[in-house]
């Protein structure tokens, strides 16, 4: 049977159709996956969501299944290593985000016990349903909230997308097989 998909997933690629249809828009909790999310999502500042999710198995494997703990030690030799593995996006800068961005994420973990917990104080643990934006007024608090933390690759633009991803915000299109309406706001 053919599915009506969102427009912007591809259909020629198995990776994207089983990330839209299985993943994006899903409401996942876990710690391990909002870290490995957000640690992606800041790789695609400037390219697209396909581009990082064609690599994302290579990235698991250069940042150690993202072992926060792993990715926080990391110095020099492995900032240097990372940016000649061709498996990844190998960009300086948001390598570099990446180690800091997880130091600042283990910081929240250890004052909130949880980064869904750290989410709940912007969304009141309420999913939103909302199609055809790029920010949101919540985006641009977390965002302005990350920045002030120290976090990098973290604009509107880019915690939106997350959102989206981990299933805070749901928006699939109103043809998409996995539309659902929920409260709009």
Not at 123 to 144: M, Q, R, W
Request: charged share 25%; hydrophobic share 30%.
């Amino acid at each position: 049977m053919n599915k009506t998909r969102c427009r912007w997933c591809n259909l020629k690629n198995p990776l994207y159709i089983e990330y839209h249809d299985f993943e994006w828009g899903q409401l996942n909790t876990d710690d391990a996956y909002l870290y490995e999310m957000l640690i992606l999502e800041s790789f695609q500042a400037g390219l697209s969501w396909e581009c990082v999710l064609n690599k994302r198995e290579s990235f698991r494997i250069a940042y150690d299944h993202f072992d926060i703990n792993k990715v926080c030690a990391y110095g020099d030799e492995k900032k240097n290593e990372l940016s000649q593995n061709q498996g990844i996006i190998r960009n300086r800068l948001k390598i570099n985000a990446s180690i800091k961005n997880s130091q600042i994420f283990q910081k929240i973990l250890s004052e909130y016990g949880s980064f869904y917990s750290y989410l709940c104080q912007f969304t009141n643990g309420k999913v939103y349903y909302e199609t055809d934006k790029t920010t949101s007024p919540l985006s641009d608090a977390i965002s302005h909230d990350l920045k002030k933390r120290g976090m990098t690759f973290v604009g509107s633009t880019i915690v939106y997308s997350y959102l989206q991803a981990v299933g805070i915000i749901v928006s699939h299109e109103k043809d998409c097989f996995l539309y659902q309406k929920g409260d709009l706001t």
